[in-house]
Nanobody, 118 residues
Framework: QVQLVESGGGLVQAGGSLRLSCAAS????????MGWYRQAPGKQRELVAH???????NYADSVKGRFTISGDNVKNTVALQMNSLKPEDTAVYYC????????????WGQGTQVTVSS
């Protein structure tokens, strides 16, 4: 059973930085897209950042210019560098690895808590 293992969450003051990492427990073939999502209390899960195997990235408007996604679809690793964090970034962050031919499929991480204090 493939698992995505996340690390790097924690508590940080506003304006600070955190780096989230995600790695697959074993090789996943046919992955051509990876992303980070987040879910705050009482809200729906939302896309934060996404990267394709070709290196194309896209970001939620709320994080553009502050967050940077990087990944290696061969090694099945993805990271999210988060700078200038704001209290509204507080959420559980999840990584996902999948194939764009089946965007509803793929694998999810267990989630890591990010808390930004004001």
């Amino acid at each position: 059973q493939v698992q995505l293992v996340e690390s790097g969450g924690g508590l940080v003051q506003a304006g600070g930085s955190l780096r989230l990492s995600c790695a697959a427990s074993q090789s996943i073939v046919h992955v051509n897209a990876m992303g980070w999502y987040r879910q705050a209390p009482g809200k729906q899960r939302e896309l934060v950042a996404h990267i394709t195997s070709g290196g194309i990235t896209n970001y939620a408007d709320s994080v553009k210019g502050r967050f940077t996604i990087s990944g290696d679809n061969v090694k099945n690793t993805v990271a999210l560098q988060m700078n200038s964090l704001k209290p509204e970034d507080t959420a559980v962050y999840y990584c996902k690895m999948y194939n764009t031919f089946n965007p509803q499929g793929g694998f999810w991480g267990q989630g890591t808590q990010v808390t930004v204090s004001s």
